[in-house]
């Protein structure tokens, strides 16, 4: 339970890096001059490293063991998070952003840890618990990032446009205090480390990525957590800007409602994990796929229906509706993943994570594609200016769209090969007769 704590935890704190700059994106665009096309590029860069990084960090941890790997993970991302503030251009700003995705990789080593510390009929129960609270820091940072750079300012540490620059500091300084907690009191397994383990069960030699690859079921899962997770990490990074530029909050208050979205995952995705073990106890693994089914169709259904709401009120009930299913799919996604092959764990989380961020990475460049460019006149400090606005209705729509093709993908899916596993035991109860 010690490792349990620690690596949400640790989890936490990564999101919150990671999406640290999000609800601080309005200031740095105005400082720094970013077009709109620009900030789609920095969007995607974002999520782009993290692709390679989870490809790569699943085998790490097959072979290494969590602890060590994710110490590294935090000394290095730490880095990137700290300097990002130095950035004077665009092309530094997205060299900064790129480099910080790869802490998006996190997720894989804590869905690897808790799989590997908690027996099976808890796995989907423990995997959603930690990434869920985890994943609430991608909210945490839409909250508090905003009222941090407030109080540097209020404060006379920095200038209103600074401050997006002084902020960023705290999230790097907690990524190299959650390196020394997690290397100092962690250990790799309930038998040990993997250093002084012999157990092939737990450390193997094998080709895990290969075997995880090989595998049909991966890739359903893979396209499956691309239509949850990559819609999270879009809606953590783009929320902030369409409340600001469609509904014209303030940035603190579209921090908050945006940090609606991510804190729904301390309850969502745990309740995500504990239905799929409770499904997955009475009816298994295709029952487990109907879950994530039937929860994709209600994300699509809410994402289209929060695109076309043209009301804060509305737009902020129908976030939590199709937040909540989405957070729940995400929680049964990774309720499968270790059943998939038990000596592959780390890389087939490793492919599915992957396929969250890619999955983000396509949806930032339909986002691109999709976005409205506007000019309005908004009222600041008592006087009537003229700003540019960029407006992403269209795009949340046709993504909802794609999210429901997805979910009607996955229950047919499940259904044929639900009537394939039926007629199967059918012909070898026959031929035992």
């Known amino acids: 339970m010690k490792t349990f704590h620690i690596t949400w935890l640790t989890f936490f704190f990564c999101f919150f890096a990671w999406f640290g700059m999000a609800p601080l994106m309005k200031i740095a665009r105005e400082q720094l001059h970013l077009t709109k096309d620009e900030v789609g590029n920095i969007q995607i860069a974002s999520v782009s490293a993290t692709i390679v990084a989870r490809l790569l960090i699943g085998r790490l941890i097959d072979k290494f063991g969590p602890k060590i790997i994710y110490t590294w993970l935090l000394v290095l991302c730490a880095i990137p998070v700290l300097l990002i503030g ?8 997205l060299l ?6 790869v802490i998006g990789a996190s997720f894989v080593i804590t869905q690897f840890h808790t799989s590997i510390m908690f027996a099976p009929n808890v796995k989907g129960t423990a995997n959603a618990t930690a990434g869920g609270f985890g994943n609430a820091g991608g ?26 620059r002084y902020a960023m500091i705290f999230p790097g300084i907690m990524l190299l205090v959650c390196a020394f907690l997690y290397h100092r009191y962690t250990q790799d397994s309930p038998q040990g480390d993997y250093k002084n383990l012999k157990d092939e069960i737990i450390k193997t030699s094998k080709n895990t990525f290969l075997i995880a ?21 879009t809606v953590d990074n783009f929320a902030p800007i369409f409340f ?3 509904f014209g909050a303030t940035i603190a208050i579209a921090g908050l409602v945006a940090g609606i979205f991510g804190w729904i995952n301390i309850f969502a995705r745990p309740l995500g994990g504990i239905f799929a073990d409770k499904i997955g106890k009475i009816w298994g693994f295709d029952g487990k796929t109907l879950l994530l089914s039937v929860l994709l169709l209600i994300e699509g259904i809410g994402l289209i229906w929060f695109a076309k ?9 129908m976030m939590f509706v199709f937040g909540l299913s989405l957070k729940m799919a995400n929680g049964a996604t990774y309720s499968l993943v270790p059943f998939i092959n038990p000596v592959a764990v780390g890389s087939v989380a490793g492919i599915v994570g992957a396929g969250g961020n890619i999955g983000a990475m396509l949806i930032a460049f339909l986002f691109k594609s999709e976005a409205s460019h506007l000019t309005k006149n908004v009222i600041e400090n008592g006087q009537t200016i ?9 795009a949340f729509t046709l993504l909802g769209y794609i999210i429901l093709v997805i979910g009607i993908a996955v229950f047919i899916f499940r259904t044929v090969m639900a009537k394939k596993k039926s007629t199967v035991e059918t012909m070898i109860l026959a031929a035992g007769n």
């Open 86 to 93: 130095t950035s004077q251009s665009y092309t530094s700003f």
């Open 96 to 101: 900064f952003r790129l480099a910080i995705g």
């Open 139 to 164: 909210g945490a940072a839409n909250v508090f990032m905003p009222l941090l750079a407030s109080a540097l300012t209020a404060l006379g540490f920095c200038s209103s446009a600074d401050s997006w």
């Open 213 to 233: 690859a090989k595998d049909y079921r991966t890739w359903i899962l893979t396209i499956a957590y691309a239509a949850c997770f990559g819609v999270e990490i």
């Open 244 to 246: 600001t530029d469609s």
């Open 309 to 317: 709401s043209g009301d804060i009120g509305m737009a902020i009930i």
């Open 386 to 394: 003229q700003k540019d606005l960029i407006d992403y209705t269209s």
